[in-house]
């Protein structure tokens, strides 16, 4: 087969020009990776050329990323400044599908970018994400990066505290605990494209489904396109609601209480993080656990 007949390029191709439809992807803004199941990756290995180089992974001199839980794997990554809304027209001038070698360290490209690029910028990000949600759940095959307007808006304003900013996007949406029970991670701004930005967010990825980087975008993992693109959706919806309720008011004259949040565990089998939960002293937005 070919890899533009197979499903899970169609639906790769799918969510990118969703994404760029809801204005997430200025430019060559966002970058989205997608692991292969070997019976995708074998169903069109006809198509696979075996004869470019192997490259290091990472922009900057002293980044030198090791991946050993991908080892051999074979990755669908898009293409650094390529722009999403033309994915889906040209897949193959956009995206690429790259292997990563046996000891996880270097990759080759085995098919796409055929005008010439190299895979995004944030490559060791997204693979740094892809090994420890793989290390959680074997089936988490899909990373996302996007620069939704209202999520990087509340990071000017709120507190960059995971408490904080994810209790605020819960009390938006009763349905944000059910869909992201673990909450929304942060990365402070840092400078993007490298190694340590991938470590600093993979470390939060070990068991949050959503981080954010302040100023810049944001993150997010799902076991299949579906699940990546309506997380990031919920999220962003959310942050719109709040965006709203900060440009009436600093308070909120009602919300979800705690003990609220806590009815919906049994009956959607979830079991929302406590550390999300903590009493407010009244209704002003923003306001630290402490306070
Ligand atoms: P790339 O075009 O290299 O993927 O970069 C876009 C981006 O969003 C960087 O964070
Ligand atoms: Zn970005």
Redesign the pocket.
């Known amino acids: 087969m070919k890899v533009l007949e197979a499903a899970f390029l169609k639906g790769y191709a799918r969510m990118a020009t969703d994404g760029f439809l809801q204005g997430w992807h200025e430019r ?4 989205f990776t997608y692991r292969l199941k070997d019976e995708e990756a074998e169903a069109v290995r006809e198509d696979f050329s075996e004869n470019a180089p192997w490259q290091r992974i990472g922009w900057q001199e002293d980044d030198h990323s090791v991946f050993p839980g991908l080892a051999g794997e074979y990755f669908l990554v ?5 722009y999403f809304r033309n994915i889906e027209t040209d897949p193959a001038a956009n995206v690429c599908i790259l292997q990563l070698n046996e000891t996880g360290d270097l990759f080759r490209i085995v098919w796409g970018l055929t005008e010439g690029g190299r ?4 490559l060791a990000t997204h693979l740094a994400n892809l090994e420890v949600c793989k290390e959680r759940d074997p089936e988490l095959r899909v990373v996302y ?3 939704p307007a209202n999520i990087i808006a509340l990071t000017y304003v709120l507190p960059l505290d995971s408490r904080v900013f994810t209790r605020e996007i819960f009390e938006m949406a009763t349905e944000c605990p059910i869909v992201f029970p673990e909450g929304i991670g942060i990365v402070p701004w840092m400078l ?2 490298g190694q340590k930005i991938g470590e600093a967010t993979a470390e939060l990825m070990k068991k949050q489904d959503v981080v954010v ?1 302040a100023h ?2 944001a993150f997010c993992c799902g076991r299949d396109f579906d699940l990546a693109f309506g997380l990031m959706h919920t999220v962003e919806k959310a942050a719109e609601i709040l965006v709203k309720v900060m440009s009436m008011s600093a308070y909120k004259l009602n919300t979800i209480k705690p003990d609220q949040f806590r009815e919906l565990n049994a009956p959607f089998g979830i079991r929302i993080n406590e550390d999300f939960l903590y009493e407010k002293k009244d209704g002003r937005i923003g306001c630290m656990p402490e306070e």
């Open positions: 060559n803004g966002g970058n898009s293409g650094s400044g390529k895979p995004t910028s944030e990066h996007c620069h993007c494209g980087w810049h975008g």
